[in-house]
């Protein structure tokens, strides 16, 4: 079946350390996008990538980094930068060109 | 600042009721998005549109482009309805600018 998978579900982390969020999408999708949901706000652009080896910095940018070395994968780093890390986080991806996007099912992380 | 407001914010319905969400956005569009999310927080995208109006199943979306708003409406609800759905403005052809949401519960 294709679709975009996210793990973990859950992660939990101190604060001060960096956290990896992984994305991987099996629809030959060439756009990815990471947002972050926060209760009572829409979804926010934190980065995004057309292609590989090329990403752009969304709205959120600040405390977050990426990469895009294949295709199929979207890594995102929450770096001990990012000042409220807490938040439910959404990987997307879309043929390049057509806006339709497709969702993972989230990661909810919790700093302490 | 959000340039896409929905309303109401929360909704509760009997089953069977007629549903509408509305969503408005401040500028032009290339398409308008609903998407739904479940409790568990998975997002699944109903509908893109740019002019007109689109059905599947109980679900139908319109959008009108003078006045640049857009409506769900969901017809003889459920339940299973329950969701929050949320209304995504594209104004360019791959980025998104998400409304907040409107948090539906349906009972029986």
């Known amino acids: 079946d294709g679709g975009i998978t996210q793990s973990p579900k859950y992660l939990f982390r101190k604060e001060g350390q960096n956290v990896t969020l992984s994305c991987e999408q099996n629809l030959n999708h060439d756009a990815m996008y990471w947002y972050r949901q926060d209760p009572g706000q829409g979804l926010r652009l934190i980065y995004y990538s057309q292609i590989v080896n090329d990403f752009q910095k969304g709205d959120i940018a600040e405390g977050y980094s990426v990469s895009r070395e294949k295709k199929e994968s979207f890594p995102l780093t929450v770096t001990s930068a990012q000042k409220n890390p807490t938040a439910f986080y959404l990987c997307?991806?879309?043929?390049?060109?057509?806006?339709?996007?497709?969702f993972g099912p989230g990661t909810r992380l919790t700093v302490t | 600042k959000n340039e896409v407001e929905q309303s109401p914010q929360n909704l509760t319905a009997q089953e069977g009721e007629f549903i509408t969400i509305n969503c408005s956005y401040s500028v032009g569009i290339s398409a308008l998005h609903w998407l739904q999310q479940h409790p568990g927080g998975g997002i699944v995208s109903l509908f893109m549109?740019?002019?007109g109006k689109k059905k599947h199943g109980r679900l139908i979306a319109t959008i009108n482009i003078q006045e640049k708003h857009s409506s769900l409406h969901i017809t003889a609800s459920h339940p299973r309805d329950s969701a929050v759905y949320i209304c995504a403005a594209a104004y360019n052809t791959d980025k998104l600018i998400f409304g907040t949401g409107t948090r539906l519960q349906v009972f029986p």
């Open positions: 549109l740019s002019s």
């Open positions: 997307a991806s879309s043929i390049q060109g057509r806006g339709e996007q497709y």
